[in-house]
């Protein structure tokens, strides 16, 4: 269809107004034209035409608008209008192409459907089979799904039947891993009742193994003590056999010393090395590993540890618990067996369980334990006052840190509480030693022993090692000693053996120098001081302290045999022990006894110096055998000697005899200086001089009694009586001046005092009074001697 074309506009110009006002309506389309192209808004072009009063211009513009519009497109269209009058023709020659084409494809339609419906057919009853075919498969597995859940659930019904917790949780786990999380659950029922009763089987599961747990800590608690009671035996038992070989050993030691090198002796060796827990009934630990694995397989694993630990730990807070109603002594077993028990049973779970319980744990309920332990024993010895209850309570601590330290736990501070309480141990055995002692002296009759038995003098003097022979004597036999000696010693050796008892296996190797110690104490103070008690009390007669002292020499033998003693059993070579042998422990006491026997004798002797009021100082006559004081102190010291010869030995019967002719010395000095008489002359002298020679024939006689001692028989008794002899002999001398001379003097009256010299020869005078008289005859001859002795008092006046 064409259109029409628009006239050409006409070519007159326009008059001035006109084409004025044509410019402006002009620019005013242009404006107009650029805000329309831009998508402006028009409303201030209309109204800026209305304000202005010319709308119509307004509608003109957009008119004018319209029409340049309507220009341009036909410009456009009469520049395609050729191509689409072609385009057209070429629409209309392809129209009946394609009449001719559709013609065709309906015939090759008819042709393919009769082909292909038989086909179809096969295809749709081939895609039906598929599709039974693909629903039973699914019905099969399914199926077979179904049958290995039901499988599944059966066997864990059964094992939770047979209480085999951890197959039916395995079995469980298996459902909820292949099944429930895998979604594949062929049936919404069973998918529901799996989701309920897989967490009700392993609550199931738990609460059963709870409570087998909490059986297995009732059981295991009975166990433990059981097991400490085995194992604490065992350390008893290894420590006799431990005691018994020392023995042999000692025994071996000393038949050596003794030469006796005919006799063999074997080492037996006992092979026990079983595990003391094989021995302790009930205990078995698989029902808390059994509870551990089963908590494992639960996802418990750290609560399960946790409520072990905890529960172990109050199991051990509860062992600790000691009744006030019940004597420590009688419960102290069960309470370390308990304690040792509890301990080993850990060590085995520490080893054996795997990471149930680590070694920090197990370290800190030791410490823990440590420390109660510590804190009972401290209550429980400070309330003690008898040493054997202490000793029993200690060496069941120190069989129980022998047990726990081959399981490996640290026992010093357990030792380190023991040797704390050493000292109250021993001042409780010296009190009941100072009993016995005190006891064993009242009793004693001091008389000499009497043995009628081998066996008597075996206990009493060999097992001692007080005998002075080797060769046994014949029975009956009167021992030197009395009951006290025996008596002591076996008090003393009970405290050696009661002290290293104490003292071994205290965590201390080298213990002797402890042991010295307390039975240096012992001897020293106990001992000594109950021999002191017994001689300043006064009670003791002549016989009576003459047989203390030779108690005392016996009992200085066996002071040896206390240190070699105690050295044998604290492991320490004999000679070490007499190495470092001091004095003699009861030297205070036997020095008072013998001052004391000596006192005793001396007033003897001093009964016997009342004789001597009988003296005639001025006797026209010496006495032809002496006087008779003189007999008489020496028919006592005879009787004296022959008696202390059969008790005492050499040394202490040595220093009595010196002592008692000291004593008699120094009476007849005091007899010279006695008030009794004016003066004395010659003769009377004489007579003292004859009793001298008694003394001193009875001094050279006894050195007979001490040939056999060398040391002895060196020691002269004559110097005993010095001083008597010395001052006899300056009286006798016929030149007493010559006491005056240092060197004759240091020589020969070395024992003579001035002033007792002065005295005595004042009263000396001739009883003639004719040589040394005051009054004589201006014509008579002067004595010489008168004059030395005259000259002798003068000169010492004057000194003194």
């Excluded at 003690?384 to 726990?404: G, P």
Aim: hydrophobic content about 40%; charged content about 25%.
């Amino acid at each position: 269809m064409m259109r029409r074309k628009p006239a050409p506009a006409p070519t007159s110009g326009p008059s001035p107004r006109v084409a004025a006002t044509g410019e402006s309506e002009k620019q005013d389309l242009l404006a107009l034209s650029s805000a329309i192209a831009n998508g402006e808004d028009l409303v201030p072009f209309v109204r800026k035409a209305f304000a202005s009063g010319r709308p119509d211009s307004l509608l003109h513009s957009l008119r004018q608008f319209v029409r340049i519009k309507e220009s341009e497109i036909e410009d456009v269209c009469k520049s395609h209008y050729e191509d689409f009058i072609a385009a057209v023709d070429d629409l209309r020659s392809l129209l009946s192409d394609a009449e001719s084409l559709k013609s065709s494809l309906s015939d090759a339609n008819s042709l393919l459907q009769s082909v292909a419906a038989p086909l179809l057919s096969s295809l749709d009853a081939y895609l039906q089979a598929s599709a039974v075919a693909r629903n039973l498969s699914a019905a099969l597995s399914s199926a077979r799904l179904c049958v290995r859940l039901l499988d599944l659930c059966a066997r864990a019904n059964e094992h939770l039947s047979a209480d085999n917790l951890y197959a039916a949780l395995r079995a469980v786990e298996s459902l909820e891993r292949d099944f429930v999380l895998a979604d594949a659950v062929p049936s919404t029922v069973l998918r529901r009742m799996l989701q309920r009763q897989i967490p009700a089987v392993r609550a199931h599961a738990e609460r059963c193994i709870g409570k087998d747990f909490s059986d297995w800590m009732v059981r295991i608690r009975v166990a433990s003590r059981n097991l400490g009671q085995i194992a604490i035996g065992r350390a008893s038992a290894a420590r006799q056999r431990e005691e018994e070989l020392r023995i042999k050993q000692r025994q071996a030691e000393e038949q050596s010393r003794l030469s006796l090198r005919d006799s063999v002796y074997s080492l037996d060796f006992d092979d026990e090395t079983e595990d003391p827990v094989a021995d302790a009934e009930a205990f078995n630990l698989t029902s808390l590993y059994r509870a551990y694995h089963i908590f494992q397989t639960l996802g418990l694993k750290d609560h399960f540890r946790q409520y072990y630990f905890e529960n172990r730990k109050l199991q051990l807070t509860s062992d600790f618990q000691v009744s006030s109603m019940t004597n420590f002594l009688e419960s102290h077993q069960t309470f370390f067996a308990q304690i040792a028990g509890f301990f080993i049973v850990e060590e085995r779970v520490l080893r054996t369980g795997g990471d149930l319980v680590s070694r920090v744990e197990v370290d800190a309920l030791w410490e823990t334990a440590v420390g109660k332990i510590a804190s009972v024993l401290e209550d429980q010895f400070s309330r003690m006052q008898t040493a054997s209850h202490l000793l029993l309570i200690k060496d069941y601590v120190s069989l129980l840190s022998v047990t726990l330290r081959q399981y490996g736990y640290a026992v010093d501070p357990l030792l380190d509480v023991l040797s704390k309480h050493r000292d109250k141990y021993h001042d409780l055995l010296l009190f009941d030693c100072r009993r016995q002692i005190s006891e064993a002296l009242a009793a004693d009759k001091f008389e000499q022993m009497l043995m009628k038995k081998e066996y008597e003098y075996s206990m009493n003097v060999l097992s001692f090692q007080i005998q002075t022979s080797d060769i046994i004597p014949a029975f009956p036999y009167v021992a030197p000693f009395s009951s006290t000696v025996p008596d002591c010693c076996r008090i003393v050796r009970s405290f050696i053996e009661d002290s290293v008892s104490f003292m071994s296996y205290g965590g201390q190797l080298d213990f002797y120098a402890v042991v010295k110690k307390y039975v240096d104490k012992l001897l020293g103070d106990v001992l000594d001081g109950a021999f002191l008690w017994l001689v300043e009390s006064h009670s003791l007669g002549v016989s009576q302290a003459m047989q203390v002292a030779a108690n005392m020499a016996v009992l200085e033998r066996a002071c040896d045999f206390f240190f070699r003693h105690a050295a044998q059993l604290s492991g320490i070579p004999p000679r070490i022990a007499e190495r470092g042998r001091r004095e003699f422990p009861l030297k205070k006491s036997r020095d008072k006894l013998e001052e004391l026997l000596l006192s005793l004798l001396r007033g003897k002797i001093d009964d016997f110096m009342l004789l001597t009021d009988s003296i005639s100082w001025m006797a026209e006559e010496p006495p032809l055998n002496g006087n008779e004081y003189a007999n008489e102190v020496l028919i006592y010291l005879e009787t004296l000697v022959s008696t202390a010869h059969q008790i005492l030995p050499p040394p202490v019967l040595k220093r009595i005899i010196y002592g008692i002719l000291s004593h008699i010395s120094e009476k007849i000095v005091e007899l010279f200086q006695s008030d009794s008489f004016k003066r004395f002359n010659g003769n009377a002298v004489t007579g003292i001089d004859a009793d001298l020679r008694l003394f001193e024939s009875f001094a050279e006689n006894q050195s007979n009694l001490f040939s056999e001692f060398e040391e002895l028989s060196l020691i002269d008794l004559k110097p005993s009586l010095a001083e008597a002899r010395q001052l006899v002999n300056l009286l006798t001398s016929n030149n007493p001046e010559n006491f005056l001379n240092p060197v004759i003097r240091e020589r020969s009256y070395s024992k003579l005092d001035y002033k007792k010299v002065v005295t005595i020869s004042e009263k000396f005078r001739d009883s003639s009074d004719r040589l040394f008289g005051t009054f004589g005859t201006r014509g008579a001859k002067i004595n010489p001697k008168k004059k030395s002795l005259d000259t002798l008092i003068k000169r010492l006046k004057d000194v003194s």
